[in-house]
């Protein structure tokens, strides 16, 4: 496998990041202030209704909808953790009215709330804090057994009275002093919150997870990454300070420069506009259609233009090897949980067949996400699951299409202006100092109304000015440009000076 390159950006209240490999987009996710990550905030909620015969409960934590617990959220996942039995709670021991200390554990998607816990955990670098769980795991990614027995050992010694904590992979990279001081920041850290809970409100934000690069550089082991690139300078000394504490070496570490776009300059935005779209190419001409349904995704492999110089069979089955890696690059890319349906090319050959699952076996393996793939069935389809870790890439980039009545998708406005924003930036550094931007009335309101957006722009570039001109009969995702040097050319009157 090539080694890797990790790009971090922020502009106009997002924060963003992505992942290349061989120069191929293999991660990308990104934030905005309005639509942050809520996994991993505590809040004070208030336990609304509970529903015996389900044992959960909804809980208001001021949140859009009302948030869901349930008693199989109060242990650990077995699934990504070895470790010692502990006795699962069978009742929801809660009533209305009562106040609760709860953590998301799922991110809302459609009109589900997100999904709570009692029990608490903070994420580190080498351990995962559990406050009120006497539970000692290693994490399934560590396969020496006699290392795994090891680290649970000395986790046994570290831990204090009835609180657990389970064992990254990152870990054995680390000294007992160095896990010790983790495991402290975090239990000063449960008191305070704790403190504050008799005071605080219910729906009050008691805690919140680190900024998005932190995370990334946290849950992530840097050793086989070849180059960092960041957008801004504000950005690269608060990446450096984080990859100096986790002692990482990086061969190249680069600044782009902040009055251009990152992603447009560098060719990684049309990988990523790709993501909007239900067809992925193969590099052999092929490519794979992508649908999401209300219960699960279906992939259709298609050999498209690609004939092959060999039989028929060894055709199909190159074919279908090029899918199963590229689709557990796009399930991981997509973020795509849930059931996934595979409809590879049919072969007639048992060993190929084989071969096919095992190769998608092997490919979703390198995925952080829990996968379990089941074998072919005769009609050539493979059915796997991934588990759902918050929104889909596709769900955040696209929208349903106003136009067709919902039966299509449109790239969302915040994509579109960030594209927008990438040519301005363009033209701007060529030394263009007046703009004027034809555009759909909606994305040009909403793009006048992003005050974050409009601030950057002034401030890099504080002498041009900027004209954006509405039209109705125009596509939410065409725009025109006219840039001069000077104001040599004449601004319609419908024209809203940008700054």
């Known amino acids: 496998m090539g080694k890797k390159t990790v790009y971090f950006d922020n502009s106009c209240g997002m924060e963003s990041y992505a992942v290349t490999q061989d120069g191929k987009l293999t991660e990308f996710s990104y934030e905005s202030e309005d639509r942050k990550n809520i996994v991993g905030n505590i809040y004070k909620g208030k336990v609304c209704d509970v529903h015996g015969g389900m044992q959960a409960a909804f809980v208001n934590c001021g949140l859009e909808r ?3 617990l349930s008693v199989e959220d109060l242990i650990p996942d077995r699934n990504k953790y070895e ?10 021991d809660l009533k209305p009215g009562d106040e609760i200390l709860v953590q998301v554990v799922k991110a809302p998607v459609g009109k589900k709330g997100a999904k709570v816990t009692t029990n608490l955990s903070f994420v580190g670098k080498y351990t995962i804090f559990l406050p009120t769980v ?3 795991g290693v994490s399934r990614k560590i396969h020496d057994a006699e290392l795994r027995k090891n680290l649970a050992f000395g986790a046994a010694r570290m831990r204090k009275g009835s609180e657990g904590m389970i064992i990254r992979t990152a870990a054995p990279y680390a000294n007992r002093k160095e896990k010790t001081e983790e495991l402290n920041y975090f239990r000063k850290l449960y008191r305070s919150i704790k403190s504050h809970f008799a005071s ?10 680190y900024p998005l690069y932190m995370r990334v550089l946290r849950d992530n082991l840097l050793f086989d990454v070849e180059k960092i690139c960041v957008g801004n300078r504000q950005l690269a000394e608060n990446v450096q300070e984080v990859i100096k504490l986790t002692g990482a070496r990086i061969k190249s570490f680069e600044v782009h420069d902040e009055k251009r776009d990152m992603y447009s300059d560098l060719g990684i935005t049309e990988q990523i506009a790709a ?3 239900t067809r992925a190419e193969l590099d052999n001409g092929a490519y794979l259609v992508i649908e999401k349904t209300e219960a699960l995704t279906v992939i259709d492999v298609n050999t498209g233009s690609f004939t092959g110089d060999d039989s028929l069979e060894h055709t199909v089955y190159y074919t279908n090897i090029l899918a199963a890696r590229e689709i557990a690059r796009q399930v991981r890319l997509r973020n795509i949980g849930g059931i996934i349906v595979v409809d590879f090319i049919d072969m007639s050959d048992e060993k190929h067949r084989d071969a096919i699952v095992a190769e998608l076996e092997n490919a979703l393996d390198g995925d952080k996400t829990k996968c379990n793939v089941l074998p072919m069935s005769k009609f050539g389809l493979v059915e796997f699951t991934r ?3 918050g929104p889909s890439v596709s769900a955040q980039l696209v929208e349903p299409c ?8 449109a790239c969302a406005p915040q994509l579109t202006i960030m594209k927008i924003r990438a040519r301005l930036l363009e033209l701007l550094s060529e030394g263009n100092s007046f703009i004027c931007i034809d555009m759909n009335a909606e994305i040009a309101r909403k793009m006048i109304a992003w005050n974050t957006l409009v601030e950057g722009l002034k401030e890099m570039y504080p002498l041009a000015r900027i004209y954006i001109v509405p039209h109705r009969t125009y596509h939410e995702e065409n725009s025109t440009f006219r840039a001069e040097r000077s104001a040599i050319f004449a601004i319609p009157q419908e024209a809203t000076l940008l700054y």
Do not use: M, W
Request: aromatic share 8%.
């Open 200 to 209: 605080a409100q219910v729906g009050d934000l008691l805690y919140s997870d």
């Open 402 to 409: 106003r136009h067709c009545g919902g039966t299509g998708r």
């Open 387 to 389: 588990k759902r870790t």
């Open 66 to 68: 009302n948030c869901y």
């Open 134 to 136: 006497p539970f000692i």
């Open 275 to 277: 993501l909007t779209s």
């Open 83 to 92: 470790g010692e039995d502990i006795d699962a709670p069978s009742v929801l």
